[in-house]
C-alpha cells in the first residue's frame, strides 16, 4: 500500500517562547502507487482554491527543498491561529505520494 502524506510544518509554543518545530501527517493507507500522486494533486489543487495554502513554493519545509506556503484561509484548517505565522520560516506544506516510514516517536515505527 501507500500513502499519500502532507507535512504541515509550523512552530510550536512552550510558556510563551518559540520552541522548535511540529507537524501535521495525513495519510491514505489505502491509497495505490498508482493513485498517490492523482491524489496528491487533487488534494493541493482543493487546498490552493480554498486559499488554505499558496500557490507558490517557496523554501519553507524540513526535509525538502520546498513547500506550499500558508494561504490567505489557513485558519480554516488549524484550530488556533497563529499571530506571525507568514513570518515563520517553517510553516509550509509538503506534499509526499509515496510509501513512507512513520517514527512516532513513543509509540515505535509504523510502515505504511
Given at each position: 500500500?501507500?500513502?499519500?502524506?502532507?507535512?504541515?510544518?509550523?512552530?510550536?509554543?512552550?510558556?510563551?517562547?518559540?520552541?522548535?518545530?511540529?507537524?501535521?501527517?495525513?495519510?491514505?493507507?489505502?491509497?495505490?502507487?498508482?493513485?498517490?500522486?492523482?491524489?496528491?494533486?487533487?488534494?493541493r489543487?482543493?487546498?490552493?482554491?480554498?486559499?488554505?495554502?499558496?500557490?507558490e513554493?517557496?523554501?519553507?519545509?524540513?526535509?525538502?527543498?520546498?513547500?506550499?506556503?500558508?494561504?490567505?484561509?489557513?485558519?480554516?484548517?488549524?484550530?488556533?491561529?497563529i499571530?506571525?505565522?507568514?513570518?515563520?520560516?517553517?510553516?509550509?506544506?509538503?506534499?509526499?505520494?509515496?510509501?513512507?516510514?512513520?517514527?512516532?516517536?513513543?509509540?515505535?515505527?509504523?510502515?505504511?
Open positions: 500500500m501507500y500513502n499519500l502524506e502532507a507535512h504541515m510544518h509550523g512552530s510550536s509554543y512552550w510558556e510563551g517562547q518559540k520552541m522548535g518545530d511540529y507537524f501535521q501527517i495525513i495519510v491514505d493507507k489505502d491509497a495505490t502507487e498508482k493513485d498517490a500522486p492523482v491524489l496528491g494533486s487533487s488534494i489543487d482543493w487546498l490552493i482554491l480554498e486559499g488554505i495554502i499558496g500557490r513554493m517557496k523554501d519553507n519545509v524540513l526535509g525538502s527543498d520546498l513547500g506550499y506556503p500558508p494561504g490567505p484561509n489557513y485558519g480554516k484548517a488549524v484550530d488556533e491561529e499571530d506571525n505565522l507568514q513570518e515563520l520560516w517553517t510553516n509550509g506544506l509538503d506534499i509526499i505520494a509515496k510509501r513512507t516510514v512513520f517514527n512516532s516517536m513513543p509509540g515505535g515505527v509504523e510502515l505504511v
